[in-house]
């Protein structure tokens, strides 16, 4: 999928597998924003980052 950006800010049912999936599934991914997302662990931030190596803005603020 051509997705370059995705905000699920204050999706508070967000879960690490589900942001991992959105990662493998959209490669060319350049900007993230997940701020509020209690359940996310920063193992899932490091691997979104290493699957999207077009990403260039992360904001990741009150994450869990």
Known sequence: PM?????AS??????DAAIIEDANRC???AQLHV????????AAII????KCPKLAQLD???VG
């Open 27 to 29: 490669p060319k991914l």
């Open 35 to 42: 701020v509020a997302c209690f359940n996310l662990t920063d």
């Open 60 to 62: 990741v603020g009150y």
């Open 3 to 7: 997705l370059a950006q995705l905000d």
């Open 47 to 50: 691997e979104v980052a290493n």
């Open 10 to 15: 204050y999706c508070g049912k967000l879960t």
